[in-house]
């Protein structure tokens, strides 16, 4: 059974990254990429007989000349760089020696950061203007992968055929791994589920994802009649998938400092670059675009390793199905009405619309007349009696 039909190539690399880790379970990979055991372990042993090179569907040589000079190691040089004209020194001096160990660089010695950057500004390649002085900056990240995922719309832009694109990504805290690039057409919550449902089935689920507050994740400035906090159909998804729910201050992006990052990659090194016919075309380049974000790309923040060597799919895998959650025996169950509320006691409590036709929990606290009211394991709101 072959790879989805998208972009085979970014597929098949981002396989075998994945699988080559010794704690991969072959087999689930198998799975979530709709691919045979068989097809998976064919593909794993070109990759680790050729890397990347063996994943081809034409075998490729690399180039032999016995007249090696220093005009052929600087066209090399040039010829990376206008592949990816946003790469500085520091990263394509770590591609090459990368492609050394290959063997797809044939010359006996590599430039050093210094030759690189004298090469890009003698041929012009380097533009006065945009460098800046770097500065050091603390970074905090998590100590695992799938910890955290911070989730976002990168700014919309129109297309050449005049419709909005709107751009959902997400990005692991830990490997700074890009789980989802996807042209959307929308911002609708339907959308946003869908595309959460494709990732959850291929590298697992997080235990904890960072929005902001804006719709379709959160509820920002919205309050129920009583003053409580309103929760959408999103919130109560996650809710009941264990998956919590952290939303960024307001008016502070950097508190998704790794989403924020990632979009101005991405900006830097496609969207001010290109256009894009439709949707179908946008995100042909965005696949192709994110297999060498994730696969190739030397990332400073990791070491110029790359997110694909550090991250791992996720143990917690996606339930097709929603199990019905049990509550504590001492609890006191109540249905939400059609219009958000529940009775307790002779008195009304709105838990918010997001929860109608399910059951919530009435738990008593240590303090005297004091409830706390549970959606699953969630703490939604508390009450005094």
Known sequence: MPFISKSTMSQRLEFCVLA??????????????????????KWLGRYNE??????????RKPVHSPNRTLAEIEDYVIQKRKSDPAWGSLKLHKLICTDKEKGLYTYETVPCRSAINKILKRN??????????SKAFERFEYDYPNELWQMDYKGYFRLLNRKLCHPLTITDDHSRFNICLKACQDQQKETVQNELINVFRKYGMPYMILTDNGSPWGASGEINTDGTRCFTTLEKWFIQLNIKLIHGRPFHPQTQGKEERFHKTLKKELLDREQFRDHGHCQKRFDQWREKYNCIRPHEALDLSTPADIYTPSIKSYPEKLEVYEYNLSDVKRRVQTNGIVHFKNRQINVGKAFIGDYVALRESQKNNIYGVYFCNQLIRTITL
């Open 124 to 133: 012009g390649l380097i533009d006065p203007n945009h460098s800046k002085v």
């Open 20 to 41: 080559s880790k010794p704690e991969s379970n072959i087999s689930s990979l198998c799975s979530r990429y709709s691919i045979t055991r068989r097809t998976g372990y």
């Open 50 to 59: 050729k890397n990347a090179a063996g994943l081809a569907d034409r075998s």
